[in-house]
């Protein structure tokens, strides 16, 4: 497998999912790059129980250009807008929680993930 490299992940959300989506990319390889929650105490909370970095807002997760991926496991309202977000800075996005009847919200997503 010469030329290839593990992705490394940023995972956006905290709580119990970003924990299980954080142990499922370290079992599959991916170093992670950090983590961020929806506040800062439980960011720093979920950063140290699982001995990554943590990140003091989203942005700076889809802003750092060590990460190629980034997971969002962050409250369904929220996946829309931190995954356009992702993608519209080039990064991958593992993101599954689009309303398609969310006025073109599917269509956007797909536009701006096909470049």
Not at 31 to 51: M, Q, S, Y
Not at 84 to 111: E, I, K, S
Request: proline share 4%; net charge neutral; charged share 15%.
């Amino acid at each position: 497998m010469t030329g290839k490299r593990n992705l490394t992940a940023a995972i956006i959300g905290a709580g119990m999912i970003g924990e299980v989506h954080l142990r499922a990319a370290r079992l599959a390889g991916a170093p992670i790059g950090g983590i961020v929650g929806l506040t800062p105490a439980g960011t720093l909370a979920a950063a140290d129980r699982l001995g990554v970095s943590a990140y003091p807002r989203a942005e700076a997760a889809i802003d750092n250009r060590t990460v190629d991926v980034v997971d969002v496991c962050m409250p369904n309202a929220t996946h829309y807008r931190l995954a356009m977000a992702a993608l519209a800075a080039g990064q991958h996005d593992t993101n599954w929680r689009v309303d398609p009847d969310a006025g073109g919200a599917a269509r956007a997503f797909a536009d701006i993930g096909s470049h």
